[in-house]
């Protein structure tokens, strides 16, 4: 259940919508959580438009965009990293229809510590977590 946010100038983006559609879809996708309404409904991506002057690199230019993934300890294993780094670069990208930005955007991955997840005001393990996920799967088969 991913939470995604994407940082980058006010403007970059035509479709802010479309964009935190695809970008939690394909986190979704590339994690291979069942397709159940528990990680549907809680996989997320916000779309932040910054005023152009709050970003920079040391050369002073602020064309690039930050994609930032949490996702909960373990998630991703080496294959699943490389995935989502390449995939969300290229969505960015092809968003802001500006194929370059594609060297301009810097994706990183971070987890959430054991027990740091929180849904429904709970924070939840791992284990807990799966145990809800089995828990609607079975719901779901009846």
């Given at each position: 259940m991913p939470m995604i946010d994407a940082y980058?100038?006010?403007g970059t983006f035509a479709d802010k919508h479309q964009l935190a559609v695809d970008l939690a879809t394909v986190v979704m996708t590339?994690?291979?959580v069942p397709d159940i309404p528990m990680f549907?409904?809680?996989t997320a991506a916000f779309v932040h438009d910054l005023p152009a002057d709050s970003l920079s690199n040391v050369d002073g230019d602020s064309n690039y965009v930050r994609v930032q993934v949490?996702?909960?300890s373990g998630a991703l294993d080496r294959e699943k990293q490389l995935a989502v780094v390449r995939k969300l670069t290229d969505i960015v990208a092809a968003a802001a229809g500006d194929p370059g930005?594609?060297?301009r955007t810097w994706v990183l991955l971070t987890e959430a510590?054991?027990?740091g997840w929180g849904l429904s005001g709970h924070a939840n393990t791992n284990a807990e977590l799966v145990a809800a996920a089995r828990a609607q799967i079975a719901e779901l088969s009846r």
């Open positions: 980058a100038a006010a590339i994690e291979k549907r409904q809680n949490l996702t909960n930005l594609a060297d510590p054991e027990g």
